[in-house]
C-alpha cells in the first residue's frame, strides 16, 4: 500500500514539474545570448595601398574608423550587430600597427581587437612602396584614356610619384578586376619618353605583364623587359600601344602562355587619352 502511495506521489509531482515546464515564457530576443567569434562587418580599408618611394601619406589616407566588429550573429536591427548593437566593436586608425612605409617593397599593416571572452580580430592591408624614379621620362602620363575600339573601355592612369604611375584596366576590357598595375616612365639615352612595365600578380594568381603591339608570344618575362616593351606611339593625344602577356608566376624565367588565361586575350591594346 505504501508503495502505491509513493508512486502516485511521484507521478503527481512529476505532472506538475511537466506543466511549469511547458508554460514557462522563452527568453525574449533583446536577452544576452552567449557570444559568438567576433567578426568584421564592416572595413573601410583597400586592399592594398600603392605609393611611390618618397611619396607616402598612408595615414592621411585611412579614415579615423577603420572597421567594425561584432560578436553577435542575431541581425542587424538597430545595430551593427545583436538587437540592441551594444556588442558591436569599432576600430580606430589610431590602433594600428604600421610597418615601413619609406623603404620600396612590399608589407603591410595591421590591428587586433578583443571581445570580452578574449577571442580576438584582425584587420589589415598590405602597402607596396614603389622605387623612386631617378631619371623620369619628360612627358606627363597620368589622365583618362579611351581605348580605340568599338567598346571604348576607359584606362585611368594616377600619378605617384615623378616618372612613377598607377593603372586600373590594361587590357581595356568590360571587367576591370581589382588589381592595380605600376607602370613607370624612363627617359630613354635620346631624351624620349621609355616605358616599364615589370611583370606583376594579375587577378587570376599568375603574372600579367605589358609588351610592345606586334610582340612575339611564348617568350620569357626578362625577355620581354630587354626587347619589347610597350609603346607610346604618339603625343598628339598621348597614346599607348600594348600587348596584355601572361604568366604562370612573376618570375623573370617565366614564360608566357601564348593564349588569354585570364581576362584578356593576346590582340594590341591602343589607347588615346582623353
Same mark, same amino acid.
Given at each position: 500500500?505504501?508503495?502505491?502511495?509513493?508512486?502516485?506521489?511521484?507521478?503527481?509531482?512529476?505532472?506538475?514539474?511537466?506543466?511549469?515546464?511547458?508554460?514557462?515564457?522563452?527568453?525574449?530576443?533583446?536577452?544576452?545570448?552567449?557570444?559568438?567569434?567576433?567578426?568584421?562587418?564592416?572595413?573601410?580599408?583597400?586592399?592594398?595601398?600603392?605609393?611611390?618611394?618618397?611619396?607616402?601619406?598612408?595615414?592621411?589616407?585611412?579614415?579615423?574608423?577603420?572597421?567594425?566588429?561584432?560578436?553577435?550573429?542575431?541581425?542587424?536591427?538597430?545595430?551593427?550587430?545583436?538587437?540592441?548593437?551594444?556588442?558591436?566593436?569599432?576600430?580606430?586608425?589610431?590602433?594600428?600597427?604600421?610597418?615601413?612605409?619609406?623603404?620600396?617593397?612590399?608589407?603591410?599593416?595591421? %590591428?587586433?581587437?578583443?571581445?570580452?571572452?578574449?577571442?580576438?580580430?584582425?584587420?589589415?592591408?598590405?602597402?607596396?612602396?614603389?622605387?623612386?624614379?631617378?631619371?623620369?621620362?619628360?612627358?606627363?602620363?597620368?589622365?583618362?584614356?579611351?581605348? /580605340? /575600339?568599338?567598346?571604348?573601355?576607359?584606362?585611368? %592612369?594616377?600619378?605617384?610619384?615623378?616618372?612613377?604611375?598607377?593603372?586600373?584596366?590594361?587590357?581595356?576590357?568590360?571587367?576591370?578586376?581589382?588589381?592595380?598595375?605600376?607602370?613607370? /616612365?624612363?627617359?630613354?639615352?635620346?631624351?624620349?619618353?621609355?616605358?616599364?612595365?615589370?611583370?606583376?600578380?594579375?587577378?587570376?594568381?599568375?603574372?600579367?605583364?605589358?609588351?610592345?603591339?606586334?610582340?612575339?608570344?611564348?617568350?620569357?618575362?626578362?625577355?620581354?623587359?630587354?626587347?619589347?616593351?610597350?609603346?607610346?606611339?604618339?603625343?598628339?593625344?598621348?597614346?599607348?600601344?600594348?600587348?596584355?602577356?601572361?604568366?604562370?608566376?612573376?618570375?623573370?624565367?617565366?614564360?608566357?602562355?601564348?593564349?588569354?588565361?585570364?581576362?584578356?586575350?593576346?590582340?594590341?591594346?591602343?589607347?588615346?587619352?582623353?
Amino acid at each position: 500500500m505504501k508503495s502505491k502511495i509513493l508512486y502516485f506521489a511521484s507521478l503527481c509531482v512529476g505532472c506538475i514539474l511537466l506543466v511549469q515546464a511547458c508554460s514557462k515564457t522563452e527568453d525574449p530576443d533583446s536577452v544576452a545570448k552567449l557570444a559568438s567569434v567576433p567578426y568584421i562587418a564592416y572595413s573601410y580599408l583597400d586592399d592594398v595601398y600603392i605609393y611611390g618611394q618618397g611619396n607616402t601619406h598612408l595615414y592621411s589616407d585611412l579614415p579615423d574608423v577603420i572597421g567594425v566588429a561584432v560578436d553577435s550573429i542575431l541581425g542587424f536591427e538597430g545595430g551593427y550587430g545583436g538587437k540592441t548593437g551594444k556588442d558591436s566593436i569599432k576600430i580606430h586608425k589610431n590602433e594600428l600597427v604600421f610597418v615601413d612605409t619609406i623603404s620600396a617593397g612590399a608589407s603591410g599593416f595591421s %590591428v587586433y581587437k578583443s571581445n570580452k571572452g578574449s577571442y580576438r580580430v584582425s584587420l589589415g592591408s598590405s602597402v607596396v612602396i614603389a622605387k623612386a624614379n631617378t631619371n623620369p621620362g619628360p612627358t606627363a602620363l597620368e589622365g583618362i584614356y579611351k581605348r /580605340n /575600339n568599338t567598346a571604348g573601355y576607359l584606362l585611368t %592612369v594616377g600619378k605617384i610619384g615623378t616618372g612613377i604611375y598607377l593603372i586600373t584596366n590594361p587590357g581595356g576590357a568590360a571587367s576591370v578586376g581589382p588589381v592595380p598595375y605600376l607602370l613607370y /616612365n624612363f627617359k630613354s639615352s635620346v631624351g624620349t619618353d621609355s616605358l616599364s612595365f615589370a611583370c606583376q600578380t594579375d587577378g587570376c594568381g599568375g603574372g600579367l605583364q605589358l609588351g610592345a603591339p606586334g610582340c612575339p608570344l611564348g617568350l620569357t618575362s626578362a625577355e620581354y623587359t630587354a626587347q619589347y616593351p610597350p609603346a607610346i606611339t604618339s603625343y598628339t593625344p598621348v597614346t599607348f600601344k600594348w600587348v596584355v602577356l601572361e604568366f604562370p608566376s612573376t618570375k623573370p624565367t617565366a614564360v608566357n602562355y601564348g593564349v588569354g588565361t585570364c581576362a584578356w586575350g593576346t590582340s594590341t591594346r591602343t589607347f588615346e587619352k582623353q
